[in-house]
Structures are given as structure tokens and as C-alpha cells.
């Protein structure tokens, strides 16, 4: 065994030995971090046998269970047998079936292109796979809208207000907004993600760290459009909350230990009337048939997530501590383990309590959606898919074979975080998806979508690589490893297709070489944020800005624009210790005003000289203007800068530090579009005009 056969075999399973920093200098990937990479593909490589095993199973992969191939393409396969017959059949999905004829080449055999969209099982001999017809590209604004420029808002669920909401926003303010957003003419309400969180542990509450991306966190579910406005309030009554309930809504930062105990307290007394009564019913009632075709429909993942839920909750009864099930004792690690069979069987009612909490949320989910379109919004809500979980959740506990084990992703050093970014999440093996035909990945973007018209793809650029690092590593000792983007890219089509949903990728920070023409061809739309499109110039002017991108003033990890004008982040970060150079960066921030008032100015959205930093409501009117003008097909406004809010939602690079996805909007999600100055924004944006 020698270090060369080591780096050779990561070369062959997909990891960059070296990889380039944003300076351009290039950097070896230590032979420590390439074995644990290794190791966590199911690719040991500590000794010479090891490595001959790998280098084996690397040699003998199997034809993935599900090969994707795009409509009307011809179809290569890397299949050799001796004497392959000389045709094929195609089942479709439909049950009706056809021959293909097939031709044997150098490298397998190749059949003749498939017009028909969909999934569909190729069988040629003894062996049959499944095989994805995807469209050339996802559904487009053209799709919608041909020749239109499209306008939406974003905005973080959570901090939607509404009487009753338990100090949590859900969706009945989502659908308040959508419909007063959708009578001013806007398109589209993108949201913060509705991604399964910990039911136990109200401390995690970030909604970029799920622990399962196939569910929904119910916090953010609207019982009463479900259930009816009568029995959550005779619920509500008997949980006897009085006024606590009322002080948690009036917060201006969300208090999620206090909310979450109110807002379970209201969905437990539900479930319980529920079971008492609609579930007992013989004959079943309507809603009793419907939540029980949910489960079946849902099947195991939804009883494996449930199972966790209430284990998890037992096991934090028993020691407080015991967050998460890697640290739990080995009986209660195995989702099939004998113990874990036991305590389904003794905690039935609790398990079905956690099943309800889905229904519930995913029913209140599609309500929103629907009320989005008949308001008429032609795109709807925009949901958002983060790029990884969490390893200590219900996912990466029922399915430990899908996941990078041991590894952890985050992001390289670069000019804005010179150590690198550790996000603390996880997420597929590249090889378990090959091995699981991609069912993981279809399985995410079909929970996403499916109460959506359109998925913006958190970091996209992890459908071709990602940044991992070894558990206890430092963020600057990892390696990229790279993923079948082409099988992505058509998996995520076929889905948009199906789904009738728009994809918008973000592909801010560290981008490979041609990735977003990538992005274009595959009609994946990018994103274009104000404060990044500069060049040596200054801010690109608007007529240059990308129509292959959603452009927004700024996203939930930025400063809001009247923040940002006036300083307010600036003086977050330092009175935190936060800023390296103060008095440089005001300056700096003082020269970037300039240049930003400049090219309103050039823009000719703008007139006459800078406002100063206290006249932040000014600048944010033209800055939605100059957004407004870009040639993008879609423009995104953050509630946050609708409303010339100050704060943003999180604060990168701070976890105690700042109230990060804890502030609530101002007012009730019913009028925040009522006021004058926020209503001439939407105007200004809804008038973009045709491409």
C-alpha cells in the first residue's frame, strides 16, 4: 500500500485530491481526510487488502437500478452480455408496452430515443430497470407565462402573525398574505422551509437543519382549515392556556420553547378529540378515511419518521441530554432493531399521534397552495428544499445506508469566510443514490413539490459537488466529491414536469467553471442578489443582470436593504465582536453607498444626490425599482425590504450571538400589504412589463 493507490482510488470514486481556492492557489487534500471520505462511501482503504476490495467494488458496480436519459435522445447503457438480444421492451407507466430495437457498440448497447415523458421499465432478457424519460429542461416562465416578466415575495413563515398562531407563523398567514399579495398582481410567494424539525427539542429551530426533508414541520400547520375554525377553538379553551398563549404572540421574537409547548398543547387536545371521536367512528368518518389514506400513502417513511418522533421524545425524558441517537445505547440506534419493535407496539397511540401531526400539516400545506392559485397567482408558493440534514435526525436514523457517515458538509475558505463554513449537516452518499436508483432524491423533491408551484434548491451546487469534512475536522480540511449531476438534472426535470413547478437554484458563493450555463440549459433558473452583482466598475446595471435568474434585493442571509443602507448590520456585528475593522468597514460601507447611489442614478430609477442614512425608506423604493428593471424573468422581493424593514432573519457565522429565524413581522400577515409605501413597492415591481 502506498499513498498513490490511495489518492488514485479517490480519484475513481469521485473525490478532488486538490482543489483551488478564491485566490487560485491550489491546495493537496491531506491523505487523512481522502481515507475518511473513502470510508464514509463504503470504501475503506486503510490496508492493502482494503483497497483491492474497493478497487473491486469500483470495477463491478451493477447497473444502477434506475438510468435516466432525456426524451428523444438515444439511450446508451454500459451493458454487456453475451449475446444480447436484438430487442428490448419498454413498459410504461400506463401498463401498455412496446419492443425497441437494440444495437450493440463498443461500450454496451444503445436503443433508439423515447419520446414519452416519465418512468418506465426497460427489460432486455432476464434484466429489467427503471428508466427515467426526462423533459430537455424543468417547466419555465414561458411555461406560465410566455413573453412575461413574473413578480413574488419571499417571506420566513415563522414570523407571519395572526390571532391564535401560539407566536408561531404557519400557514393560515401564508395564505392571508398570498391572497393580498396575489389582488396587487404578484405571481408567487417564495417561503422560508417547512422541512420536519425535532417535535422534542424546540431549541433546534433553524429551518435550514432539518431532521427529515421527506415531512413538514407541524408548527407551521393550519389546523383550522383542515379541522375547522369550531374545534381548534374548543380546544384551545380546554388546554386552559388563558393568557400565555397571547403573550407569546405578542413577542417581537419568537420565544420557540414557549410557543412550541403552547402550540402542541392545542394540536395534542385536537388529536385526542380526533381519536375519541373520528377515528372510533364506525362507520369511518371522511376525515377518518382521509387521514388514513394518507398514511398508506406515506407508508413506512411516515411510520419510520413517527417512531423517531416519540423515541425520541422518550428518550429525552429519560435523559435530557440524550439529543441525539448516535449517543443513545445500541438497541435503540437500529430502527429494526427487536427493542424498537417493542416500543412501536407499546406506544401505538403516540406514534399515530405524530402520523396526524402530518396529516394535518401536509392537508394545510395543499390548502395554502390552492388558495395561492385561486387567488390567482399563477405560480403560487415556492417552496425551499435545504441542501443537507441533520445527522441526528429521523432520516439519517431510519436510512444510516443513504448517508455520508462521519462526514459533514459546509463550504471551502473564501473571500467572505477565510477559515471555511462548517454547516454542521449531512447528506446522501453519492454512491447510495446510484445504489437506491436515486429514490432518495426523487423521494425529497416529490415531498417538496408537491404542494408547490415552484423548489428554490438551497446551494445547488451540490447537485454536482460538495464540500465535506471529516466529524471534528476543521472547515478548511475537507474535500469535494462530486455527484452524478447529469442524472440529477434530468430526475429534477422529470419532477418539475410532473409537478408543474419552476426551480430556482442558489448559486451564490463558490461556483464551478461553466455551472450555470449548466443551470440555463437544464432550465433551472440562478439567483442574482443586488449586493453580489458588481464588476470593477461598480454594481452591474440592471439591463445586464442575467434573465436566466430570479433577481432579489437580498435573501435571508444578508442584510435588508434599509439595513444595509443605514448601517444596521454593520452595528449588529459589532457591538457582537463581529467586526475585525469597524471604523474600515463603515468606511468602506460609506463608498459603497456611493457607488450604489450611482448606479441607481445611471439606471435612471433614481435622481438628484445620496440620501443619507437615515432616509432608508427612499433608498429601498428605488432599490425594488432597480430590481424591478433587470432583465429577469422573476423578481423575488424579501418581505423584509417590502416592509423597509431593518433586521435580518440570520446572521451567518453566529449561532447565540444574534436572534437568528426568531423576528416576527410588525403586524398581522392580513395587512402588512396595506400600508401605503409598501403597496407602491409592489406596484413598482408588478409593472416589470413583457421580457
Known sequence: ???????????????????????????????????????????????????????????????????????????????RMAGSPARARLVHADGSANELPVRETAWGIRLPGI??????????????????????????????????????????????????????????????????????????????????LFAADPDHFSPYSPSNRLFYNPLHADVASVLGAERVARARTATSLGSSAGEVEALSLIDWKASTRAKMTVLRRVFEDIAATDLASKPPTDLATDFAKFCAERGPALQEHASF????????????????????????????????????????????????????ADRSFANAQQGARRAGMRIGLIADLAVGMTSAGSYAWAHQDHMLSGLQIGAPPDSFNANGQNWG???????????????????????????????????????????????????????????PVDDLFRLTALESYRHRAIVIGEDLGTVPLRFRERLARAGIYGTRVLWFERDKKGFVPPQDWSDAAAAMTSTHDLPTVAGWWRGTDLEARASRGLLNHPHAERAARNAEREALWDAFNSAKVAGGDRPSAGEASRVVDVAVAFVAKTSSRLALLPLEDAIAAERQPNMPGTVDQYPNWRHRYGGAAAALLDDPDVRHRIEILVARGPS
Open 1 to 79: 500500500m502506498n499513498d498513490s493507490s490511495v489518492r488514485e482510488l479517490a480519484r475513481r470514486a469521485g473525490i478532488a485530491v486538490q482543489w483551488t481556492d478564491h485566490v487560485h492557489k491550489r491546495h493537496r487534500v491531506p491523505l487523512d481526510t481522502i481515507r475518511r471520505i473513502l470510508a464514509a462511501l463504503a470504501l475503506p482503504c486503510d490496508t492493502s487488502d482494503e483497497i483491492t476490495h474497493s478497487q473491486h467494488a469500483l470495477d463491478n458496480a451493477t447497473i444502477a437500478p434506475l438510468i435516466t436519459t432525456t426524451a428523444g435522445r438515444a439511450v446508451d447503457l454500459p451493458w
Open 115 to 196: 419520446k414519452t415523458i416519465g418512468y418506465h421499465t426497460l427489460e432486455i432478457g432476464r434484466s429489467s430497470v427503471t428508466l427515467a424519460v426526462a423533459p430537455a429542461r424543468c417547466i419555465t416562465i414561458d411555461d406560465i407565462a410566455r413573453g412575461e416578466r413574473l413578480a413574488g415575495l419571499a417571506a420566513q413563515i415563522y414570523g407571519l402573525r395572526h390571532t391564535g398562531d401560539c407566536g408561531i407563523g404557519d400557514m393560515s398567514g401564508v395564505t392571508t398574505l398570498a391572497k393580498s399579495a396575489a389582488a396587487l398582481g404578484l405571481d408567487a410567494l417564495a417561503l422560508s422551509p417547512v422541512h420536519a
Open 309 to 360: 418522533e416519540a423515541l425520541h421524545a422518550a428518550r429525552l425524558k429519560t435523559d435530557p441530554e440524550a439529543l441525539n441517537w448516535k449517543d443513545w445505547p445500541a438497541r435503540w440506534r437500529d430502527p429494526r432493531s427487536p427493542a424498537i419493535r417493542d416500543f412501536t407496539e407499546e406506544n401505538q397511540h403516540e406514534i399515530l399521534f405524530h402520523c396526524f401531526l402530518q396529516w394535518i
Open 425 to 483: 449537516l449531512s447528506s446522501f452518499s453519492p454512491r447510495a443514490l446510484s445504489g437506491q436508483g436515486f429514490e432518495p432524491f426523487i423521494a425529497t423533491l416529490r415531498a417538496c413539490m408537491r404542494h408547490a408551484g415552484g423548489l428554490r434548491v438551497d446551494h445547488v451546487m451540490g447537485l454536482t459537488r460538495l464540500w465535506v469534512i471529516p466529524e471534528g475536522a476543521k472547515a478548511n480540511e475537507g474535500a469535494y466529491i462530486t455527484y
